[in-house]
Every structure is written in structure tokens, then in C-alpha cells.
């Protein structure tokens, strides 16, 4: 099992641009968490998705940040308009049930320039 | 309001020296405390979790409900323990088990 998949590993966007990161996550787990990680801080929840839907979204932007987990493919957060403020790391983690151990993949880290 | 405390931004001790990693925590009901930690280069994994009350790698952690605390422990740090640590926090029966976590703490032992 190759674990949690995030890609890519770095990304550059120029402030007005769209940032889209994926994550894969282990095999045979639905459940799929986004983490935001900014310089100095500690990781900050941003969304909860199962297959198809999205559960909780309590700690996503309410603007230009959205999320979703397809029932084929990776689960995918976007960014619109990215500002500098964006610049972060982002974080995907995946679990087989709601409350199990969460299993992280090594982050997308974006810049905006 | 739900938050998780680490005071100590960075812990230097040697190698042997015991080890005390703070965290409190401010939650309204009843929550499920873990620990985990991020080595060099590496993802970020559970060490421990409250209620499997498991010591891993030596470490432990107490829920200390009076104190709001979960402090990580271990008698002799190693080396290989250097390493950033955060404390996060799930509400038990919380829809979906998202974790808040702390700012975390570098722990540095040096030789």
C-alpha cells in the first residue's frame, strides 16, 4: 500500500490564478480529510469528505475554496484566485472509518507570488 | 470554544535527560487525545492515542481530565527522537473525527 498520494508536491501560482491539488488516498479508505498548514501554525482542519459528498466543511474559506472526491479518481481541493495569503501547506489525510487513525500524505506546498 | 495548547515551541535536552512535552486542551465535552509527530523528511504519523493507553517507543501520555493536559512523556530521550510533535484532539461522537491540532513542538536531543 503506497499510502496517501498528494500531488504536486510544490506549486507555484501567481496571485489571480487557480491552484488545484490532489489527493489519492490509502486503498480501501472512503474517507478523506484537508488540513492548511501556514507558516508557524499548527495544521487547521478545512474539510471532511466521503465519497461523493462532502460532510463537513466547517473550516473551508467561504469564498474561492472548494473540494470534492469524485466516486472514480482522486479527491481535489481548489483554490480560485489564489492571493498570498494562500501560501500554505496543504495536507490530506485518509481513514477507513470516521474517527479511526489518520493516515497523511506529505503535503502540497504552494506559493503565490 | 475548541482549542489545543502547546506552550513550548521548541524543547532542547540531551540524550538520557527525561522528556516532557506540554499540551493542554479546552473542549466542552468529551474529547479523544492523540499525539503525533513528523520526523526529518518525513509524513506526519500517530504516535499514541489516550485511549489505546500504549506506550510506543517509550513514550507515554496521561489524560489528565482536571487539568485539561495530555503531557507526552519519556524517561530517557534518544537521538532518534528529535522530531516535531503535535497534540490534536477529536470530539468523541464528533461527525467525521476531524482533528484539532496544536502549534507543535520541536523536540532537539542533542548528544
Known amino acids: 500500500n503506497a499510502g496517501v498520494m498528494q500531488n504536486p508536491r510544490h506549486l507555484v501560482r501567481r496571485r489571480g490564478q487557480e491552484a488545484r491539488l490532489r489527493c489519492s488516498p490509502m486503498?480501501?479508505?472512503?474517507?478523506v480529510y484537508w488540513y492548511r498548514q501556514l507558516p508557524e501554525e499548527g495544521l487547521k482542519f478545512m474539510v471532511y469528505?466521503?465519497?461523493?459528498?462532502?460532510?463537513?466543511e466547517s473550516g473551508m474559506p467561504k469564498e474561492r475554496f472548494s473540494a470534492e472526491f469524485p466516486k472514480e479518481g482522486p479527491s481535489i481541493l481548489r483554490i480560485q484566485q489564489v492571493v498570498r495569503g494562500d501560501s500554505a501547506a496543504y495536507f490530506c489525510?485518509?481513514?477507513?472509518?470516521?474517527?479511526?487513525?489518520?493516515?497523511f500524505g506529505p503535503g502540497t506546498r504552494l506559493t503565490v507570488l | 470554544a475548541q482549542r489545543v495548547t502547546q506552550p513550548e515551541k521548541l524543547l532542547s535536552v540531551f540524550k538520557g535527560a527525561p522528556v516532557e512535552l506540554k499540551c493542554n486542551y479546552s473542549?466542552?465535552?468529551?474529547?479523544?487525545l492523540f499525539w503525533y509527530v513528523q520526523y526529518s523528511r518525513q509524513r506526519l504519523q500517530l504516535l499514541l492515542r489516550?485511549?489505546s493507553r500504549e506506550s510506543i517507543k517509550g513514550f507515554t501520555a496521561d489524560l489528565n481530565k482536571g487539568e485539561t493536559s495530555f503531557h507526552l512523556k519519556k524517561p530517557f530521550a534518544q537521538e532518534e527522537d528529535s522530531a516535531m510533535y503535535y497534540c490534536?484532539?477529536?470530539?468523541?461522537?464528533?461527525?467525521?473525527?476531524?482533528?484539532?491540532f496544536g502549534q507543535g513542538t520541536e523536540l532537539s536531543v542533542k548528544p
Open positions: 489516550h485511549i
Open positions: 489525510a485518509s481513514s477507513p472509518l470516521p474517527g479511526n487513525e489518520q493516515f
Open positions: 486503498k480501501g479508505h472512503s474517507h
Open positions: 473542549y466542552s465535552g468529551s474529547p479523544e
Open positions: 469528505l466521503q465519497k461523493e459528498n462532502i460532510i463537513d
Open positions: 490534536a484532539l477529536s470530539g468523541r461522537g464528533n461527525q467525521g473525527g476531524k482533528l484539532i
